[in-house]
Structures are given as C-alpha cells and as structure tokens.
C-alpha cells in the first residue's frame, strides 16, 4: 500500500493521477485506519522544502513511527543540484531536485517521473 500525503493539494494533484494510471494501490493518510497500526502501512510518499533535514526532524520520525510505514520516497524541491539520498538504512529516500513543483518544463517531467520510479 502506498500512502500519499494529502496536505500539499499541487502535489497531489500532480503525483495522484500519474501513479493510478500506473496501476499503483493509494490511499490518503487523512483516510488511513489509525486502529490498524499494529501493521505495517506501507510507503509513504510526500514532498518537502528545500530546507528539510529528516535526521533533525523530530515531527518527521516521529510520524515515520507512529504509522509504522516500512518506507518514505520523499520529493524535495528548489535544491541546487539533482541528487538521491537513503537515509536510516535506505527507509528513508529523498529526491532532491533543482526545479520547483510549479514548473513545467521537459525536465522538470523528467524529474517527476523519476521521483515516481523510486516510488
């Protein structure tokens, strides 16, 4: 199962049609079944700013945590460069990307489509 963050509405309206035609299994988290915690959710897919750091983010691991997903492809947005990072023995994985999420250019899809390969 893939959880998808519903709190940023561009993003998702970007990620969401582009992974159901690819035949991939969503859900929302504000649709997640919190009194089904004891298991595994599943992977969580999210976009974050560019000043994002998941080792000091406590709000972040704590979430990670909470709902018990077995990973997170995070998109990171308006970097310098193009790059992937694993981190806390590769559950963690996060794209960096030097486009914003409003643009539109050939690379910028390039970047996207990538982004939804990790996934």
């Known amino acids: 199962m893939y959880i998808i963050d519903d709190d940023k ?3 998702i309206k970007m990620i ?3 992974l ?3 035949g ?3 859900q929302k988290v504000s649709e997640l079944d919190h009194s089904a915690r004891n298991k595994n959710s599943g992977i969580y897919i999210t976009i974050v700013d560019d000043e994002f750091d998941c080792m000091k983010d406590q709000n972040f691991i704590n979430f990670f945590k909470q709902h ?3 990973r ?3 998109l990171k947005t308006g970097c310098d460069t193009f790059k992937i990072s694993n981190y806390f023995n590769s559950a963690v994985t996060i794209l960096e990307i030097p486009s914003k999420l409003e643009c539109e250019s050939l690379l910028h899809i390039f ?6 390969e990790i996934v």
């Open 9 to 11: 509405s561009e993003f």
């Open 16 to 18: 969401w049609p582009m």
């Open 20 to 22: 159901v035609t690819r």
């Open 24 to 26: 991939v299994d969503l």
């Open 68 to 70: 018990k997903f077995k």
């Open 72 to 74: 997170a492809v995070l």
């Open 111 to 116: 970047y996207i489509h990538f982004f939804l």
